[in-house]
T-cell receptor, first 116, second 115 residues
């Protein structure tokens, strides 16, 4: 386990369909984050988990978006009734706060969603 | 919520010269400030970070400075090389003790190293 894995790498879907993405964090990391990045912009925070608990949700996370981390390991992000504005790169990251305070905040390669 | 401003949006420097990218933040409770490098089509990669209990941190050719009073922090890259060309993002968040909260990113600086 050398990094954060995301699946799929690319997803093309028709408007109105539901999509689900998966993220496998670095195994010893206790926090898992979801971000969205559009072209030419910085990543925008969506939500994060500490173990299986969802601790924070951005106002960007509309009711069509839901994220889970049922066993405190991998996480899924589901988008229902997709819209063209949902087209973006969805990035997952994980981190660990050790006794030295290092965060090791590491991003995955992302899932690129295109809604047509 | 937090707001992070980053300048400049594009920076072109001659190879071997230094590059400086500046960011300001709005939330005085923010205490964790990472910098990420993102090459085209690739993931953001952490290059250096700083916490609010220190004013400066160095790692070889890269340094970050933090002024908590003024709420700004800067990335300094010395002896720039062609492989430094990329988009650089600053970010800020609170660290509640159990790890960083969600990061607020700046809009990025496209650094171009001219040979």
């Amino acid at each position: 386990d050398t990094g954060v894995s995301q699946d799929p790498r690319h997803k093309i879907t028709k408007r109105g369909q539901n999509v689900t993405f998966r993220c496998d964090p670095i195994s010893e990391h206790n926090r898992l984050y979801w971000y969205r990045q559009t072209l030419g912009q910085g990543p925008e925070f969506l939500t994060y988990f500490q173990n299986e608990a969802q601790l924070e949700k951005s106002r960007l996370l509309s009711d069509r978006f839901s994220a889970e981390r049922p066993k405190g390991s991998f996480s899924t992000l589901e988008i229902q009734r997709t819209e063209q504005g949902d087209s973006a790169m969805y990035l997952c990251a994980s981190s660990l706060a050790d006794v030295g305070g290092r965060h090791g905040y590491t991003f995955g390669s992302g899932t690129r969603l295109t809604v047509v | 919520g937090e707001n992070v401003e980053q300048h400049p949006s594009t920076l072109s420097v001659q190879e071997g010269d230094s590059a400086v990218i500046k960011c300001t933040y709005s939330d005085s409770a923010s205490n964790y400030f990472p910098w990420y490098k993102q090459e085209l089509g690739k993931r953001p990669q952490l290059i250096i970070d700083i916490r609010s209990n220190v004013g400066e941190k160095k790692d070889q050719r890269i340094a970050v400075t933090l002024n908590k009073t003024a709420k700004h922090f800067s990335l300094h890259i010395t002896e720039t090389q062609p492989e430094d060309s990329a988009v650089y993002f600053c970010a800020a968040s609170r660290d509640s003790g159990g790890g960083a909260d969600g990061l607020t990113f700046g809009k990025g600086t496209h650094l171009i190293i001219q040979p």
